[in-house]
């Protein structure tokens, strides 16, 4: 199926952003790394997907998150974020906050059981996002807005569906070795060109892909030195500071990651609720994602010296935190309102759906989950 063509206005944003892409390859010798063209596509100043204008979430934007789906999503999350807040401190971080409604419905739940919040800090690079996100949190004074990781922080941390937005290395196994794919312009179009791993990104193989020599000439894979690099930062920011941050996001652990039958790697990309895989389709005007490697993330974790307090199911977690008896408060008698609402926690828990696919890893310091969450805890299979 074709996919549906932009209007004049978004097409030519998506020119803007094309020509300034190609200025930087051109800078560059000829060839930027597949992670720097993936960073201007998504976030380069007004024009990239991110910090551009265009919707991104909804019924008019390319995709949909757990907290659009239902406020109970929302208002289990607050039964975690409760449980931690008990153990450190009444503050939260959100990165990269959507339009605001998780904020809303996580602070709306935690209000209702007389938990006060005294900070809750977004963390966002979309303009059109944080605009929508302002409006949306406007009765909230509670809320404001940052641009990067303070230096010290206590509490909880939020990011649903940020590790996949975050700027990942191409490899491909040639007959000459490991390869990193570049990307350069052919005939007045982006292409790939292959060029050798410097020693960091062949330390980040070797780390992340224990296996990479065992796979077959012509596998591609993704490496994620940035989003390591965010669990780092993660870590000092807790450094000594009581507290845990809880990730959402579609992935697998290593040894499911790296096999065979995933040859062509996770890469994906989401334009107006289509998928498909070509990162090179109109530049600026869709998200471009891969698959965590949750493995890579909680190494990172410990090895900055934060604990790996549990990693599950998205399934496992909100049932544990008691996501069925929240639904149960709305009289399953009274379907005009029940049905809509059991067929959204159905979503975000049918193994079919989000419930398997979805993990969650919680890092964390000197906190721990409640057992009704523990109980679905996978961390041995990291």
């Known amino acids: 199926m074709p996919l549906p063509l932009p209007d004049s206005d978004a097409l030519a944003a998506s020119q803007a952003l094309q020509q300034h892409i190609a200025s930087a390859i051109q800078d560059a010798g000829g060839a930027i790394p597949f992670s720097r063209f993936m960073e201007l596509a998504l976030y380069a100043p007004r024009l990239g997907y991110y910090s551009g204008g265009a919707a991104k979430l909804g019924a008019s934007g390319d995709f949909t998150t757990a907290p659009e789906i239902t406020p109970l999503f929302g ?4 039964r ?4 931690i807040i008990a153990q450190s401190a009444p503050n939260i971080i959100e990165f990269g906050a959507g339009t605001g409604k998780l904020a809303r419905d996580v602070l709306t739940a935690l209000a209702a059981d007389g938990i006060e919040v005294d900070s809750y800090t ?6 059109e996002l944080r605009a929508r996100q302002q409006e949306a949190l406007a009765d909230f004074p509670n809320v404001r807005w940052i641009d990067g990781f303070p230096e010290r922080f206590s509490g909880v941390v939020l990011a649903n569906e940020v590790l996949d937005a975050m700027p990942v290395e191409l490899v491909i196994k040639t007959i000459d070795g490991w390869r990193r794919q570049m990307v350069t312009i052919e005939d007045g179009r982006f292409a790939y060109v292959q060029q050798a791993l410097d020693p960091l990104l062949a330390a980040q193989l070797a780390r992340q892909v224990p296996d990479a020599e065992h796979l077959a000439e012509g596998y591609l894979t ?7 690099g965010f ?3 993660l870590a000092s920011m807790f450094a000594g500071e009581k507290g845990a941050a809880i990730l959402f996001d579609y992935g697998f652990p290593a040894h499911e990651y790296y096999v065979d039958a995933r040859v062509g790697g996770t890469l994906m990309c989401h334009y107006r609720h289509h998928s498909h895989p070509d990162p090179f389709f109109l530049p600026g005007l869709q998200d471009i994602t891969a698959h965590v490697d949750f493995t890579a993330m909680a190494l990172s974790a410990q090895d900055a010296g934060l ?3 549990g990693y599950m199911n998205q399934a496992g977690f909100l049932l544990g935190c008691g996501i069925g008896d929240l639904l149960l408060r709305t009289d399953p008698n009274d379907a005009v309102r029940y049905l ?4 959204a926690v159905q979503k975000l828990v049918s193994p079919a759906e989000m419930g398997e696919l979805f993990k969650v890893l919680v890092v964390g310091n000197e906190v721990e989950l409640p057992d009704a969450i523990l109980r679905a805890d996978r961390s041995g299979r990291l």
């Open 75 to 78: 208002q289990a999350l607050a």
């Open 340 to 343: 809509p609402q059991s067929k």
């Open 307 to 309: 604990e790996v307090l």
């Open 80 to 83: 975690a974020a409760a449980a």
């Open 231 to 233: 669990m780092a930062s």
């Open 222 to 228: 993704e490496l994620h030195p940035v989003a390591c």
């Open 122 to 127: 977004i963390i966002e690079l979309s303009g």
